[in-house]
């Protein structure tokens, strides 16, 4: 799905209000849908993700819980298996630890097991940061691993507004991550019935030479790379995968088709993380149609550091990104385009 | 059979002959069942073996007749007599076992895994104190859409010793949910000792700390479940919150089918099996009050012989599912895209 069918943009957001705007327009379309998470009511989350929506919506709806993640989960399931639309704030996607028994083994499986869905939303917000090795884990793979979880990862405030209100409407478990370095990011947004589609990368820019294929705040980094690539007259084309699980492969393939060239982007490790199923996934479905090997631009396996300059040394940052593309697009015959 | 309920003094408040009849034909039924399931077990009938609940039938007739229909249950692993209790087909729910087609979850779930959400079990659980959150959950449901129905998520002694379950128990006080925490001791986490792992006096001690009403119940006695959980029922049906109840009960068979027990001696077993066993207490006590004649003590056993005679034919005639179907509803998001290989 292209970003050439959506609509004309009628007002602007940030990625964060894009998200409570989505919630506050779901929950007057529907009573069933409430939240519950730590420091929600007053503060509207850690990331003003729902502010306001206390008083609009009263304690009921807007529910403060202890720190307990096990049971704010459980409860979600449950509650969302009781005719109820619960949206579980963690606040930060590294809390999903003390609540992992229930969001695989609980939500995740019910469906398979015993057939009936659980419309559930666990929000949090996710990504590589300041805060150190504790506060920005990518469990991007752990969950896309899980049978029966859907996984986005918006990068726009368009995009946050339209999950939303898809994973509000939809009837399995969606985990909705946020990336901390966008949470201020503006943009247009789509009015209340404008849904994005779970399962739809989107082509954020065009380009004919190499395609980049990322998510999150690697379409900023993508994007900036790209710009400056133009002016060597390479033309990048950057898909924004939007949901990592289930992936999007018509998108990749038709992207892989044009330019036989693709880099994936992430700030996830490498071993076994998205950028190699991503990888794996265009050898299994366009291998035919490469000039080159797959190029994966990933963070290194190392936990995340707390000062600035080591953050900044395990990253892909947009030199990187630049330096590859280049490579890529260059590239002849056999390959020596293998990076990082 | 009387057709007045021949317990006086109010024993059993509400309860018609007819129903202690059916209370007393469901524990026997279940007690049939897990005997012959763990036979089946130990010769290889039943993928991955079962946790037999032999001992515990009470505890599951007990809080299943004191629920209303559209109450919810929700189990651990060791929980075949609260699916039986809940009316669960037995054929059904043997053929679950084996893994056929004709199961009650089509051979997805198994025997830690069993659930009809139709009939109030909102799953039994592999995962020690698991079931208790789903009931937690079902309870804020109820308490969002303003339902008068009542949950009650089931652990064990084992599951008291985990961090999750006083989360849940925190949460299901602070916003006062109608939930019944039903903690089924049988004195035993797997292979060791309860009182050894367990600080403090009591369970039930632990969770009146959380401002609840909490009380341990002889597990072993019907009548006493029963009383208990209808009042836990009719206090959470009034909104005045949770109650946490510790029914006191012993399993005759090991964790598991087959397990060699070093950990306990025979002598307390028959101790249990002698002197407190659930089913031939509440059989006494209608045979004695005059409700139950020999007689219907003889035809209810025949019946439960019968009905799981005709659940083990059942099980082992039905068709294995089709392989080809493993890898469906796992997800309505994966199911409409082209990433499913």
Do not use: T, Y
């Given at each position: 799905m292209s970003s050439a069918t959506e609509p004309r943009p009628k007002a602007v957001a940030t990625y964060s209000t894009a998200f409570q705007e989505g919630m506050r327009e779901e929950m007057d379309r529907d009573p069933t849908v409430f939240v519950l998470g730590t420091d929600i009511y007053d503060r509207g989350g850690h990331f003003s993700q729902v502010k306001g929506l206390g008083e609009r919506f009263g304690h009921e709806r807007i529910r403060d819980t202890p720190i307990s993640e096990a049971a704010m989960v459980a409860s979600g399931v449950g509650a969302a298996l009781n005719g109820t639309r619960p949206v579980v704030d963690?606040?930060?996607?590294?809390?999903a630890f003390g609540a992992m028994d229930e969001l695989v083994n609980q939500a995740a499986k019910i469906r398979y097991m015993w057939g009936r869905p659980v419309p559930l939303v666990v929000r949090a917000t996710a990504g590589v940061a300041q805060g150190g090795a504790q506060h920005n884990n990518s469990l991007q793979a752990w969950l896309m691993n899980t049978p029966g979880l859907a996984v986005v990862f918006p990068s726009r405030p368009w995009d946050v507004k339209g999950l939303i209100k898809s994973a509000l409407r939809g009837s399995d478990p969606v985990v909705f991550m946020m990336h901390k370095l966008l949470t201020g990011a503006r943009g247009p947004v789509g009015g209340p019935d404008e849904l994005v589609p779970i399962g739809s990368a989107r082509i954020a820019r065009p380009g004919s030479d190499v395609t980049v294929i990322t998510y999150g705040y690697g379409v900023v980094v993508a994007d900036d790379a790209a710009t400056a690539l133009a002016g060597e007259g390479i033309q990048v084309e950057v898909i924004d995968l939007r949901t990592l699980a289930p992936l999007d492969v018509t998108t990749l393939v038709e992207a892989v088709k044009r330019t036989g060239r693709a880099l994936v982007l992430d700030e996830a490790p490498a071993l076994s993380g998205p950028a190699a199923e991503i990888a794996t996934t265009l050898s299994d479905h366009a291998f035919w149609y490469l000039d080159q090997p797959v190029v994966r631009l990933t963070a290194a396996h190392s936990p995340i550091p707390h000062s600035p300059p080591l953050v900044d040394g395990l990253l892909p940052n947009v030199g990187q990104v630049i330096d590859a593309v280049r490579r890529l697009a260059l590239a002849r015959g056999p390959s020596q385009s293998s990076v990082s | 059979m009387p057709t007045t309920n021949g317990l006086d003094a109010g024993l059993v408040p509400g309860a018609t002959d007819a129903e202690l009849y059916d209370w007393l034909a469901d524990m026997v039924l279940i007690r049939v069942f897990e005997e012959t399931a763990d036979g089946l077990a130990l010769r290889g009938r039943i993928p991955g073996g079962m946790h037999p609940a032999i001992g515990q039938e009470a505890v599951a007739v007990g809080i299943a007749r004191a629920l209303r229909a559209d109450d919810v249950v929700a189990g651990t692993h060791r929980s075949h007599h609260h699916a039986l209790a809940k009316q669960l087909p037995p054929a059904a729910v043997l053929a679950e076992l084996y893994g056929k087609a004709t199961g009650t979850n089509g051979g997805r779930g198994g025997s830690m895994h069993l659930a009809d959400f139709d009939l109030g079990l909102w799953g039994t659980n592999g995962i020690v104190g698991a079931g208790l959150g789903i009931a937690l959950g079902a309870a804020l449901g109820a308490s969002v859409r303003c339902t008068d129905q009542v949950a009650v998520g089931l652990f064990g002694d084992g599951g008291a010793n985990t961090g999750r379950v006083w989360e849940f128990v925190n949460l299901a006080a602070i916003w006062r949910l109608p939930l019944i925490v039903a903690c089924e001791n049988n004195l035993y986490a797997v292979e060791t000792a309860s009182k050894s792992v367990t600080g403090g006096n009591s369970i039930a001690e632990r969770a009146a700390a959380f401002g609840m009403p909490a009380q341990q119940v002889d597990g072993q006695d019907i009548v006493e479940v029963h009383r208990a959980v209808r009042a836990a029922a009719d206090r959470a049906r009034a909104g005045d919150g949770p109650t946490f109840l510790e029914f006191l009960t012993y399993r005759y068979k090991g964790h598991n089918s087959g397990e060699v027990i070093r950990y306990r001696t025979e002598d307390e077993v028959t101790q249990w099996r002698t002197s407190r066993d659930p089913v031939e207490r509440f059989s006494a006590l209608l045979t004695n009050s005059g409700v139950l004649t020999p007689e219907d003590l003889t035809r209810i056993a025949d019946d439960a012989r019968a009905v799981v005679d005709a659940a083990v034919a059942f099980a082992e005639e039905s068709p294995w599912p089709d392989p080809s179907t493993a890898a469906e509803n796992v997800s309505a998001w994966s199911n409409r895209d082209g990433s499913v290989r």
């Open positions: 963690l606040n930060f996607l590294d809390f | -």
